[in-house]
């Protein structure tokens, strides 16, 4: 593959890459991505904007009741258990770095949670780290492009990717490759007739 033409295409089809997530804080970026796990952004922004409306502020979503904190995020589903992590985020942000996201992968990656795919995102956001986080829609791209080989698991993903990608551009493909995934290589019946890249692909549809 020419990686080249790679970049010049996704930056044709997708000149403006960025996280569909709404958020106006850190903190909130940092729970969203969190909430996103097994669920889409637009349903994580449709509770998020009443979630963060509600409990304005660090303090007010650490000492939030807990009930209605899962009725606010439950139609994003496990919400039991992300309620739990958005009240207990706050608190440790709170107690342990004065309200503020830091750099700091070891740190994020602790938080209840909170994996190495959101602290991806958080880092690469917030403080322009040159990551790539590997979603579905970043595995299915890279397989299907040859990047990557089916049955990697998301580290070897992200481990290849790192490597072949220009690191300078690891945070503008990282954001190509889900929006990419997300409306043009769909899982299934993905667009391929209209697909730019299609003559890079390595899984042939009809």
Do not use: W
């Not at 039991?80 to 985020?89: C, D, F, L, P, Y």
């Not at 990419?180 to 299609?198: E, M, Q, T, V």
């Amino acid at each position: 593959m020419k990686l080249n033409e790679l970049y010049e295409i996704l930056d044709t089809i997708i000149p403006n890459p960025k996280c569909e997530l709404e958020y106006h804080t850190d903190y909130q970026l940092l729970m969203a991505v969190m909430l996103s796990a097994q669920t889409t952004d637009k349903r994580v922004n449709s509770v998020t904007r009443i979630l963060f409306s509600k409990y304005p502020t660090l303090e007010s979503l650490a000492g939030a009741d807990l009930n209605d904190v899962m009725n606010i995020i439950r139609p994003i589903g496990t919400f039991h258990k992300k309620a739990q992590n958005v009240k207990a985020i706050a608190s440790h942000l709170l107690d342990e770095q004065n309200g503020i996201v830091p750099n700091d992968r070891a740190y994020l990656e602790s938080l209840p949670g909170v994996g190495r795919k959101t602290t991806n995102v958080v880092l690469s956001i917030l403080y322009d780290v040159p990551c790539i986080a590997v979603d579905t829609h970043v595995a299915r791209v890279s397989v299907r492009l040859g990047l990557a080989k089916k049955g990697d698991d998301v580290l070897t993903i992200e481990k290849k990717l790192t490597r072949k990608l220009e690191k300078s551009r690891l945070n503008r493909l990282h954001h190509q490759f889900v929006l990419f995934g997300r409306y043009y290589c769909i899982a299934r019946n993905p667009k391929c007739n209209d697909c730019p890249l299609k003559y890079m692909c390595k899984e042939k549809h009809d």
